[in-house]
């Protein structure tokens, strides 16, 4: 899965992650301040923040571009030197201008967020009749947000469009590997399905969530500073009181109470959805036989698959209930969390409409950021599913020793053609 378009996967990915850190944290301890060699310096403190879309060609984003492109380039340098491999360009090189294009992204939600402030006081002003304005300065502060609408959307497309290229690029590395031992995998149940299929449906899966991890991780670095300083308009919290960082406080607890709540509520979904993909494999397999074959996919055989098939199905939908009742609960009391925690500060005078939107705004991303896992949990039942398979599919080639659970697995399949060998649970 990992070693046809990644080199060294296990090299590589620890590598990837500690020189990532190591740029972040160089970035924020003194490499930031470098772009003033070369005439990029960052912005005074102090500094009110660039409103509109000329934020993103300011010195220090100027800057940053260039640090990410050497960054990347200096990776790239030496597992192209260290471990050269086919695939490198894409699994290096795109894969990075993928992980740019979402900062920028997220980079442009910073800049609405910034602009709710000034904009929004503006509108309070001119609705409670304290401020005056014509026509077009009220047009003029609706467009600069516009401006970053479009560049976002934009973005988003470009985006879309070269992760569709390398959800190909990886499905077609993975395709090629297991082609090339077609004779070694050919026998083993649903081999032409995980071939064709599976290996197209891991790498969706796996960039879709590594990509709103990443994004996640982005968020949070980006949006933890905007929520620290909005927090002076912010002095207590409901029922708590006050104490130190409560804008901070609030959202970590709150998605570790979601996460949690979840992650308990769905524990049992991924072994039910391993079942699944298991009697839908024999039943699928039984009727590809009685393609060719006039004695297979008789009436009482089918009719035998597709109530396995029903039993465990229904025995998913039952657990979801309680799941979905945990979680579509939890999302929705998310909808006002943000407006309960402001809720002193609104009744005691203290906010006005801009940094209220501005807060509600950061704490939403934020909150969003750390609850990760409940927003995936779905995706990631579903990749550990694929995965159990293309893995027993592996051990194959590789004659790795599997966990119990996927060695049984194994075994079942390497001779499994009969449909009464398929267990149902």
């Not at 009110?48 to 984003?61: Q, R």
């Not at 976002?152 to 470009?158: K, R, Y």
């Not at 071939?195 to 933890?224: H, N, P, Y």
């Not at 945990?326 to 009391?333: D, E, K």
Request: charged share 15%; aromatic share 16%.
């Amino acid at each position: 899965m990992f070693i046809s378009f990644f080199p060294q996967p296990k090299l590589f990915f620890s590598s990837a992650a500690l020189w990532s850190l190591a740029l972040v944290l160089f970035w924020f301890f003194g490499g930031a301040q470098l772009g003033a060699l070369v005439g990029l310096p960052p912005a005074a403190p102090g500094t009110p923040p660039i409103i509109g879309i000329t934020v993103f060609l300011s010195a220090p984003f100027m800057w940053f571009y260039i640090y990410y492109v050497v960054g990347v380039l200096l990776f790239y340098a030496f597992w192209r030197w260290y471990s050269p491999h086919p695939w490198q360009r894409w699994s290096i090189l795109v894969t990075s201008v993928i992980l740019f294009l979402i900062y920028f992204n997220v980079q442009v939600s910073v800049a609405v967020n910034n602009w709710y402030g000034p904009f929004f006081d503006y509108v309070q002003g001119l609705m409670g009749g304290t401020a005056e304005s014509t026509n077009a300065e009220f047009y003029a502060g609706a467009a600069s947000f516009a401006w970053l609408a479009l560049i976002g959307m934009n973005v988003s497309v470009v985006n879309a469009y070269v992760v569709q290229h390398w959800i190909f690029r990886w499905r077609t590395a993975m395709n090629d590997y297991f082609m090339e031992n077609w004779s070694k995998l050919r026998h083993i149940e649903g081999a032409s399905q995980r071939i064709q299929e599976d290996t197209m449906r891991f790498a969706q899966i796996m960039e879709d969530l590594g990509s709103s991890f990443v994004a996640s991780i982005m968020t949070l670095i980006a949006f933890l500073p905007v929520l620290i300083e909005l927090q002076k308009h912010i002095t207590e919290l409901p029922i708590i009181g006050a104490v130190p960082q409560p804008l901070i406080l609030a959202a970590i607890g709150w998605c570790l109470l979601g996460t949690l709540s979840v992650m308990l509520a769905g524990v049992k979904l991924p072994g039910l959805q391993f079942r699944n993909q298991r009697v839908e494999a024999a039943y699928r397999k039984e009727l590809v036989y009685g393609e060719d074959h006039a004695d297979r996919a008789q009436p009482a055989t089918t009719t035998e698959l597709f109530t396995n098939v029903r039993k465990n199905y229904f025995r998913l939908y039952a657990h979801y209930i309680y799941f979905n009742v945990v979680r579509y609960t939890y999302l929705q009391a998310d909808n006002i969390f943000s407006f309960i925690i402001l809720g002193p500060s609104i009744v005691a005078h203290k906010i006005t409409l801009g940094p209220m939107n501005q807060i509600s705004n950061a704490f939403g991303r934020v909150t969003g950021s750390l609850q990760f896992l409940l927003n995936s949990w779905s995706t990631i039942v579903e990749l550990q599913s694929v995965h159990k398979r293309l893995r027993a599919f592996e051990a194959t080639l590789s004659g790795e020793p599997l966990p119990d659970i996927d060695q049984r697995y194994l075994e079942r399949e390497k001779g499994g053609l009969k449909p009464e060998d398929q267990p149902v649970t």
